[in-house]
């Protein structure tokens, strides 16, 4: 489960809501543990993002998304690095929107795998 906060300019902590069910940082632990084991904390870092939007992937198929972001898609040039897209892609809105975890070495590892992905959905 998550707990929203918020501080005031006093100083005082605030709850805001409690989502009082598995949320998307449970699926991410179990998804660690899963490809690195119990003590994943030690061997790679993790950033996720559910709510990527790119007005311009607008009405694009899953199947092209994935061929798209073939070169930073998990596992990335045969190591235990890159993308996993975590949520379905939809065109709600009228904008193009998926989510996805970045796995990396560190977190400047994990930065620089999304900077390649933006890269990569700016030119479409």
Known sequence: YDVDY??????????????????SICYMVDLAELLFGEDFESKMAMRSNDKYIRPNIKGISYADLKLLLAPVL???????????????????????????????????????????????????
Do not use: C, H, W
């Open 6 to 23: 918020i501080l005031s300019e006093s100083g005082d902590i605030y709850t805001t809501e409690a989502n009082l069910r598995r949320t």
């Open 74 to 124: 998990y596992p990335m040039n045969e190591q235990q690095r890159g993308v996993i897209i975590t949520q379905s892609f939809r065109s709600m809105y009228n904008r193009g929107k998926f989510g996805y975890v970045s796995i990396g070495r560190d977190q400047e590892d994990t930065r620089n795998i999304e900077l390649q992905l933006d890269n990569i959905l700016s030119k479409v």
